[in-house]
């Protein structure tokens, strides 16, 4: 089994120079007893999958067929996907991953760009990398 009952999975990626931000992509295996759909896989932003007002959300449309919350019903502004079966929350999680990576990428070349400018004498990229950073 993937991810076992009641249990979670966070993936630890965050923004570069950031840690516990609440951002990574994660995924919950939900275990309800007595209800309809007992189990449900969450899929999104930890802050977000672990928020209980969320869950409830989630489960309400996963009853209703539908499988994601809006961002404007959401901690941090990101969708959280609910799933039935594991195939389709672990796609989604490791293509979450997967963004999250590149965009690590991206932001680290643009800070090395950044640096290497500043190192040549240019201030609006030493500026940029004093107060975006």
């Known amino acids: 089994m993937w991810l076992a009952r009641n249990r979670y999975k966070c993936s630890g990626i965050e ?10 992509p994660t995924v919950i295996h939900q275990y309800y007893s007595g209800l309809d759909h007992k189990e449900m896989y969450l899929v ?12 409830i959300r989630a489960y309400n449309k996963l009853c209703n067929d539908g ?6 019903n959401t ?9 039935i079966t594991m195939a389709p929350a672990k ?8 963004e999250a ?3 690590c990428e991206q932001e680290i070349a643009r800070i090395h760009a950044l640096r290497t400018q500043a190192e ?8 940029s990398l004093g107060l975006d950073y």
Request: aromatic share 8%.
């Open 15 to 24: 923004p570069p120079g950031c840690y516990n931000t609440g951002h990574a």
């Open 67 to 72: 499988y994601v919350v809006p961002g404007k």
């Open 44 to 55: 999104g932003c930890e802050l977000d999958v672990m928020n209980t007002g969320v869950r």
């Open 101 to 103: 990576m590149a965009k």
């Open 75 to 83: 901690l941090t502004g990101h969708k959280v996907y609910a799933y």
């Open 120 to 127: 040549n004498g240019d201030l609006s990229a030493a500026l």
């Open 91 to 98: 796609r989604r999680y490791e293509s979450l991953c997967q």
